[in-house]
């Protein structure tokens, strides 16, 4: 039998009013009686049905994600998963908005963000860029009472309430234990691609790495990353001119996106041995170089739970509702050739 607000009234020893303000995160408990009233829920496993309770309020939730406009494989994926959410509105009682700006870029986010709060919505989830001026704006939505969770590359100086994506840090340290596996004994130079520096995810990613590359694999040396900024023709030349520079490469770790344009390098150069390779984000890009032999490993995030996990947390925020952590944990998926889904 499922637990009732009276059966939390009773375990916390309080009136039903007092739940009712905590369920609500309404004024007028006081820090102890809310503690006491939030181990209450816990300890009965007490999971409210907002779903029922806003399906008679006739409630609709607005919200609006922001998303990079370049031509990165996985931002579309994610892209493509918002919209899919879109597709749900009518049953999940959302009504989301795409607002796409240019990646890499903090000006346009800041106007996004600040465009986003003159609307009020119920939430704003978006694709961060590591700036000041971008945590200040996301600031002023928390100011105005509008949560904020960060997709993919988190902000964590700011007021955002959640972030939806994975360890980047654990990532890197995973690619390079992988890749050091890989790329073998003999010493050698390793290349490491990225987008932008100026997003958190790619240098927490080269963090990790690293870390790991430093304590395990000292005989594999780290050249200067390229920044190819997900263009694919631009990181396609990039790389061209990396390999005739250093012919020796042992291994290849590309830690953003414009994976299109290294396999379209890797597949013109003739390498003594070919560079191991991991990548970031399983596309039809790199399923392709797995099959085709030029890459041994990729890390996948799932993007559809990360666009689900955004608006679950966004909804729990707009009822001041709890969410599960444990759902809302983005799992590192590694994919090689053998077990490809």
Known sequence: MKPTVHDIATAAGVSLATVDRVLNRRPGVSARTREKVDAAIASLGFVRDMAAANLAKGRTYPLVFILPSNDNSFMRLMEAEVRSAMQRSALERTDIRILAVPAFDTVPL????????????????????????????????????????????????????????????????????????????????????????????????????RQVMAESYPHLRLLNVVEGRDDPATVEQLLLDLFCEHGDVRGIYSLGAGNRGLIKALRQTVFERRPAVIAHELTETTRLGLIEGLVDAVLNQDAGHEVRSAIRVLKAEADGSHVLAAQERIRIDIFLKDNLP
């Open 110 to 209: 800041v106007a996004a963000l600040d465009r986003a709060a003159g609307e009020k919505p119920a939430g704003v989830a978006l694709v961060a860029v590591d700036a000041p001026e971008v945590i200040t704006a996301v600031n002023r939505l928390a100011d105005a009472g509008i949560p904020v969770v960060t997709l993919v590359s988190d902000l964590p100086a700011s007021r955002r309430v959640h972030y939806a994506g994975i360890d980047n840090i654990a990532a890197g340290r995973t690619a390079a234990g992988l890749l050091g596996r890989f790329a073998g004994e003999r010493a050698g130079p390793i290349a490491v691609l990225a987008g932008s520096m100026l997003v958190r995810d790619h240098r927490e990613r080269l963090d990790g790495f």
